[in-house]
């Protein structure tokens, strides 16, 4: 049983659990409608419930939430909504800072504004099924509210479901992010070679250098170490991902395992050369 404590819209309130004494978000088609402040109601089934108890990155969550337009948090709950059908269990603390973001995008679009983010492909790439279901906003936004979102925007809401899906923060995910950009730039202006961005090998590349990054930020090691082997056989992409690990560590903040430079190299060389033949060597 919940007791409201505050109509949002028709379709959404703030309302206190009789059982744990917290206060929540409901959101549900029509669940507003008529409702008084401290009348009781029963979930309905097909709302969704979002605790407002933990703080945010601007502030205690009751009060963000009182400071969001209403339309914006049914947005917000529809794209969670969206997203857990193609992707499974979402937490629900995205509600609120997903809700802050599209207010603001709103906004700039309203007023002619438009952000440009160069992380914005790389994003799409690394975090691709985020990228794909964040995209129901495009629609939702067009149908609701008859704006225009862009990629861009919908880059850093993909970003926010990635944060709800691992527990990560948004910031970090911009590291890797920044992190394989700044990899790829050095490799082409090293090289002197464009990288196919579309193939299998920079794809691998790409989940590499992630994870390579959430080594480097966790402090966990590699097990095993192929420098050696790696840097006989392949001395130039050795030399080369000892370069970028180097690089990539003065922009984490952090020293990088030793240990990463081999595992690095072999990717790089699968990038440059036709992974047939380097199966074939292997």
Do not use: W
Request: proline share 2%.
């Amino acid at each position: 049983m919940y007791r409201v404590s505050k109509v949002m819209s028709n379709n959404s309130v703030i309302a206190i659990d009789m059982e744990d004494n917290q206060e929540y978000i409901l959101v549900g088609k029509g669940l507003g409608f008529g409702k008084k402040v401290s009348e009781r109601f029963e979930k309905p089934e097909n709302a969704a419930l979002y605790r407002l108890t933990e703080d945010t990155e601007r502030g205690s969550a009751k009060a963000l939430a009182q400071s969001i337009a209403p339309e914006f948090m049914e947005i917000a709950d529809e794209v969670v909504r969206q997203a857990e059908l193609m992707l499974g269990p979402i937490d629900h603390r995205i509600l609120l800072p997903l809700a802050d973001h599209i207010s603001f995008a709103a906004a700039r679009i309203r007023n002619g504004e438009q952000i440009s983010n160069p992380l914005t492909d790389d994003i799409r790439a690394l975090f691709y099924l985020e990228f794909k279901a964040a995209s129901a906003v495009k629609e939702i936004l067009q149908e609701r509210l008859q704006l225009s979102i862009d990629e861009h925007e919908i880059g850093y809401v993909a970003l926010h479901i990635h944060s709800a899906l691992q527990d990560e923060t948004i910031s970090a995910a911009m590291q890797t992010a920044r992190a394989v950009r700044q990899c790829v730039e050095i490799l082409e202006k090293e090289t002197g070679q464009r990288i196919d961005v579309l193939s299998l090998s920079y794809n691998r590349l790409m989940n590499h250098i992630k994870y390579m990054v959430m080594r480097a930020l966790s402090g966990e090691n590699l097990k095993l170490n192929m420098n050696d082997y790696i840097g006989v056989r392949y001395p130039g992409a050795y030399a080369l991902a000892a370069d970028i690990c180097a690089q990539l560590g003065q922009s984490l903040g952090k020293t990088l395992d030793e240990m990463e430079i081999g595992y690095l190299a072999m990717h790089i060389e699968r990038v440059y050369h036709d992974e047939e033949d380097f199966s074939r060597e292997n």
